[in-house]
C-alpha cells in the first residue's frame, strides 16, 4: 500500500531519468533547492561540482552569486558570511581542502548557520593522493556539523534536498555536511531521476530565520563569551545537534510522501535474521559489501549489512537494536584513527555506544580501501567467513593490504 | 543480466567519455548502467582504464571490472604496456582502434577464442573532428561489434552532452565507425 503511494508519488515529480555522475547530481540538486551564494575554491573531486553550477548560473538557470575565493579557509568564510546574512549557501571541498577549512568549520557550527557542503571524500597528503578514502571526513566528525554519507547518486542528490531542510530547521541550526566516495561515486555515471524543481522548492521553502544580520535591526554574531556564558553556547549546540536524527526522521517522512523515496538514519539488508553483520558507510564498501551478503546467503550463511548514513549525531538507538541480535559483526571503515585503541573511526563508534547499553557483541575492525586500493566485493565475503568461523572482538584487519 | 566491459586509453583520448555515453545511452533505453574511471597519474597521455556496467536492475558493485565481456583499445601502444585483454571472458569482443591489419592479427593470435575487430578511428576523428580525439569513433565501432545499446540512444547521448555542432560531428565520427569496423 505505501509502495503504491510512493510510486505514484514519484511518477508525479520526476522530472526525467538520467546518466549522471554523483557529482553532476549534487549540482542539480543545488539548482532545484534554488540556493542565494556558492562560494568555492576547486580541488579534486569536488571541482565538476561546481563547474556544473558555474554552468547553470551562467545559463539563467539558476539565479545565485558564485564567489570564486583564493582558498578554502577563505571559501567557508565566504559561506559563513553569507549565512549569517540570511542567504542560503552552498560550498563543497574534499582532502587538503577540508582539512584548510577546519578551524572555519569550528565557526560555522559556532555560529549555528545553515550552511551545506557537499564533501566528495579523498585519501589526505603526505603522501599526495587524489584517491578516495574517508580521511578527510573523519577529522571533521566533531565539529559540531551533522554529516550524513550517501552511497548512490541518486541519494546524493536527494540528501541535499532533505539537508537544507535539516539545517534550517528551527530545532536545529546548523551546517550539515554530505559525503560521498570521491571518484568512485563523485566521477561514476549512473541513473538519477531529477525531480520538477516546483516539488523541491515546495518540500524547502525559504523560512525566516533568527539572527540575521540586516542593517536595519543590527545584531553581533559570534562574540566574546566569558567562562559565565561559553559552556552554555557549546551545550545548546550539542543539543540542537542532537535534535538532527528526530528532525531527520520527521523531513524523511514528508519526503517520502512527496518523492516516493526515504533512507532514514541507518540502512538494513538482510539483517532481520542475520547472524553476521557487516558495517559500512559510502557507496562502494556499501554496495560490495551487499553484492557479498547476497554470495554469503547463497552459500548458506547468515549475513546482513548496516549501513550508517547519518554520521553526526551517531544514531546509537538503530545500531544497538541492529547490532543486538547478531553472533558477531565488522566494521568496515574508510579510515585509520592513528593510534587509537581499534584503526577504525566508525568502529570505536559502534563499541561505544554498545558499551554504553551494557552490549558485548563481540566486533572486529576493518580497515579497507586505503588510498583507493581496490576494493572487490570478493574481500567483503571473506570478511563475513572470518566472523562465521569465529573471528570476534578483539581483531584488527587491514584489508587488501599488499604484505 | 549483467554486461561488463573495460576501455583502455590515454589521458585525453576520452575513454571516460566513451563509457560514460554507453552508458547514458543504456539508461536512455530505461535500463541502468554505471561508468567509472580509473584514474593513474592526472595528466595526458597517462594509461586510463574506464568501466561499463550494464543492467536491468540497479548495479550496487562498485570494484574494477575485472572479467568484461568486451574490451576496447583506444592506443593501440598501450597494448605492449597493459595486458589490455586480462581477464577477457572466452567468446568476449576486443574492439581495437589501429589502422594496421597486422595489430589486429595479433591480437587475434594470442587470443582465438575471442571475437576481434579493428577501426581506423584516428582517420575517422582526424577527417571528421579534426582532432586524433579517437574516443566517439572507436564508440561507433564498438556500439556495432558488441550490439550493447542501440544506436539511436547513442546518438540521444551525444546530443545531451555536446553542443549542437559538435554533436553533430562526434554522431558522424560514430556512424562512419559503424561503418567502417572489420572483423580480424
Redesign the interface.
Known sequence: MLAELQRGARERVVSR???LTTNYAVAHAVKAVDVDVVAVYPI?PQTTIVEKIAEFIHGGELRAELIHVESEHSALSAAVGAAAAGARTFTATSSQGLEYMHEVLHIASGLRLPIVMAVPTRALSAPIS??NDYSDIMNARDTGWAILIAS?AQEAYDTVIQAYRIAEHPDVQLPVMMAY?G???S?????VELYHEEHVRGFVPRRDRRNVLDVRSPITLGAFATPDNYYEFKYQQEVALRNVEGVLREVEADFAARFGASYGPVEAYRLEDADYALVTYG??A???A??AVDMARERGIRAGLLRVRLYRPFPSAPIVAALAGVKAFAVIDRAIAYGSPAPGPLYKDVATALYMEGLTVPGISVVHGIGQR????EDFYGVIRMLAEGAGTGKVLFLGLRE | MEIEARFHGRGGQGAVTAVQLLASAAIAEGRYAQAFPEFGPERRGAPVRAYLRISDRYIFRRDPVREPLAVAVLDPSLILVEDVLAGLRGGGIVVVNTRSGEVAARVKDSRPDVDVYAVDAEAIAMEVLGRPVVNTAVLGAFVRATGMVAPGSVRRAIEEVFPAQLAERNWKAVAMAMEAVKRA
Open positions: 531519468r538520467a546518466g579534486t587524489i584517491h548512490t566516495d571518484y568512485l561515486m566521477h561514476t555515471l549512473e541513473p557507496g562502494a556499501t554496495g560490495n551487499r553484492m581496490a576494493m572487490y566485493v
